[in-house]
């Protein structure tokens, strides 16, 4: 199997798009969503539609969470909370209900896990070999036999490696999984990229190949940044986009 694992889409339709179209020319069998599929961008019911449409299987995010009412976001900056806000006004009652049915994670044909945040805090950043270590942990106390779990959250691709009592920070493209050895890997983000490359992100995990292919791709962030003003949320969310942070 061939799995797009994808993540951080927040409301960018240009972006999902195009990644849906790059998807079609690389033999994906399944979309993963690793939450955020809302918030900062415009176009909130779209992106729930077209991951519907195609079958994605898909996680909650911490600003999905909000926008659903499970929390309120009060420990969001401004821009973050007005986004949240205006998004909970836009979203149709079948955008709400999909929000709201989400799972917090999942296990993938019993061959990997996809979380948001930390495997046990949609909420946390995994930032850093440190946190890498605690998750690897925690891997390990959920599933003991588990090797594999893609996460997003930091909208920045990242892999770390868990093998003979150390963490690794891996660089490799495509990334080749040892067997035996426990990984956590991030794709990056589609609608609002941090690593200040403005191109979308997302990876391909080969199950057969028991290999990762890390992916970058342009899209129409002018069409993007525009929707965003338009709609009246922050001004710094369009340019943000721009600068890839």
Not at 47 to 75: M, Q, W, Y
Not at 205 to 233: M, P, V, W
């Amino acid at each position: 199997m061939r799995y797009a694992v994808i993540s951080d889409i927040h409301s960018n339709i240009e972006a999902l798009s195009a990644f849906l179209k790059a998807a079609e020319g690389l033999r994906v069998d399944k979309i993963i969503c690793l939450g955020d599929i809302v918030g900062y961008n415009a176009n909130p019911n779209e992106c729930i539609k077209l991951l519907k449409d195609n079958g994605a299987l898909c996680v909650i995010g911490n600003h999905d969470s909000r926008v659903a009412g499970f929390e309120e976001p009060t420990d969001f900056n401004y821009h973050a909370a007005a986004a949240v806000y205006w998004t909970r006004d836009a979203v149709n009652e079948e955008s709400m209900e999909f929000l709201r049915g989400l799972p917090r994670d999942i296990l993938v044909n019993r061959k990997f896990m996809a979380v948001h945040g930390w495997i046990n805090n949609t909420d946390r950043y995994i930032l850093g070999p440190r946190d890498a270590e605690r998750n690897f942990d925690l891997m390990k106390e959920a599933r003991s036999t588990l090797s594999l779990c893609f996460f997003g959250h930091t909208h920045v691709p990242a892999a770390y490696s868990h093998e003979d009592g150390e963490v690794v920070f891996n660089q490799e493209n495509p990334l080749k999984l040892k067997k035996g050895v426990r990984y956590l890997v991030n794709p990056g983000s589609i609608g609002q990229p941090r690593d200040r490359d403005p191109r979308a992100a997302f990876l391909i995990y080969d199950s057969r190949k028991n290999q990762i292919n890390f992916y970058r791709f342009e899209y129409d962030i002018h069409s993007t940044a525009e929707k965003i003003l338009a709609a009246g949320l922050p001004e710094r969310l369009a340019e943000r986009l721009k600068l890839g942070w």
